[in-house]
Nanobody
Framework: QVQLVESGGGLVQPGGSLRLSCAASGFTLDYYAIGWFRQAPGKEREGVSCISSNDGSTYYADSVKGRFTISRDNAKNTVYLQMNSLKPEDTAVYYC??????????????????WGQGTQVTVSS
């Protein structure tokens, strides 16, 4: 059974930090490019960050560059998203997903296959 589970979300003040985790079960995460996406109420789901499976290249949306860092721990079969200097506009449900076979990182949601259930991130004073 293939499964992705996000965790680590919560309520933080502006300027605070959170580390999200994406844990895989039933498959080896190392073989897939992994993307982080987010969706706020009334908005389309958007790509936030991605890490490739071949050379570990990382990608970030302009809105989070310099603040977020994606990383991979193969021993724990987990991908992380470290989020620093959080802003109210970062408030959303955050999802991780595996890229479709033959694909590496892309900001397009249609190029990702398996998705987690999401974890809520709320940035508010």
């Amino acid at each position: 059974q293939v499964q992705l589970v996000e965790s680590g979300g919560g309520l933080v003040q502006p300027g605070g930090s959170l580390r999200l985790s994406c844990a895989a079960s039933g498959f080896t995460l190392d073989y897939y490019a992994i993307g982080w996406f987010r969706q706020a109420p009334g908005k389309e789901r958007e790509g936030v960050s991605c890490i490739s499976s071949n050379d570990g290249s990382t990608y970030y949306a302009d809105s989070v560059k310099g603040r977020f860092t994606i990383s991979r721990d193969n021993a724990k079969n987990t991908v992380y998203l470290q989020m620093n200097s959080l802003k109210p506009e970062d408030t959303a449900v955050y999802y991780c997903a595996t890229a479709l076979p033959g694909w590496q990182c892309s900001p397009q949601t249609r190029l990702f296959g398996s998705w987690g259930q999401g974890t809520q991130v709320t940035v508010s004073s």
